[in-house]
């Protein structure tokens, strides 16, 4: 009976594990996705007119069915369950594990929309589904690229890119197709030009054509030009024509750009003009610069620069303007010239004279550097005045180091 007992245990636990072991068989397979068996793309952009294919392949152990197009009835699933059931091992091995099918002409309203794939499986799942949207498109049709890159679109991705596409010719032309371009190179030819603008974003013009630059690789004769020792100061009266000059006094080859600014902003009208006239205006204060760039070496460019400023003239008043005749309010006009004269006369700041009872001081005695200690330094000041009709001394100061201190006469 025990040995029995324990036979039926064994049976029952084998059982079991076998019955796990299928469960976990089918859990993988239900897990599994179409993209585990079936190599078909999910999304295919074409570009209109050109041609395509489409091609639905698996791993080597399924059957392929044909694919279906857009707006193509397909069988249910149940249907293609039981059709994959039916197939039997000789057709697994023999019929095709892939579908080919070659468009030309592509055009959206035939050969847009979603296809897809069914492959039938001899293990679970037996049929798996995949589905393709080809999108039949000019994908730069609605991009716009700064000129002069051109709109490049990548139909594997989907994405697009401004490019620099210009095809240049890189045989069959002769040395009067060559160009020397103002930034003293030669090129090949035009194309060459506009290319390499594109690419590194410059805007090189054509200087001579026929043939190479007149002068050796990186050795085009530079402009002279008299260099300002810094900010040249000028004050002209308001009305005035100023003629600033660009400092060049002889070009060079190609001629050098001549670019003239006022405060940052650049004058076109001067472009690549060696003088700056204009007339001074009222209250004018400008930072002018002139700018000279070579052969387009802006790390190389030279400056002049001046500041203008109008010069400023005061307006005549009267000598004699007493307080009465101003107005308490009125705010008194300022002029940057104070003159004293002897007898205590003083001709003020607004050019009003005035006269005032003055001292003079003079210094009696003075020691700059005692002991060679200038911190110790002293100065004795007499201060003198008109004493009934003659000079007397009215008080003395002595300075010494910082100190001060004063005698009054009583």
Known sequence: VSTQSTGSSEVAALKMVSFI???LVVAQFGAATANDFIDFPSTLYVKPGDEFELKCGTDGVGIVEPIYTPGEAMPSDEKFRKKSLRKSDHAFTHEQGAY???FVDANKAEHAGIYTCVVFRQTEPVVVKATCEVIVEDLCK?????????CVAD???GATSCQCVFDCPTTGFGI???????HCE???HECEMNERNCLEGEDRKVWR?????????????????NKLNGEQPITPNVGEEVTLDSGITEDGTPPAEITWTVNSAEVPDFKNQRKYVFTATDDMDAYVECKIVHCRKEDDAIYNRYHVKTRVEPTSTSTTTTFADKDIN????????????PGGAIEQFNTAAAFYDMACTHVLAADFSPDGDYTQSWFVYGTFDQHDGNTALMAMTMFVGGTAFEFQRG
Do not use: Q, R
Not at 142 to 150: F, I, S, Y
Not at 209 to 225: E, L, T
Not at 334 to 339: D, H, N
């Open 21 to 23: 072991v299928v469960l």
């Open 100 to 102: 080919l099918i070659d």
């Open 142 to 150: 609605d991009v716009a690229c700064p000129e002069p890159k051109t």
């Open 155 to 157: 139909y594997e991705t």
């Open 176 to 182: 009067e197709d060559f160009i020397c371009t103002d």
């Open 186 to 188: 030669t090129m090949a």
């Open 209 to 225: 054509s026929g043939g190479f630059c007149p002068f050796p690789y990186n050795a085009a004769p530079k402009p002279k030009v």
């Open 330 to 341: 009125e705010t008194p006009e300022i002029y940057p010239v104070c003159s004293l004269y």
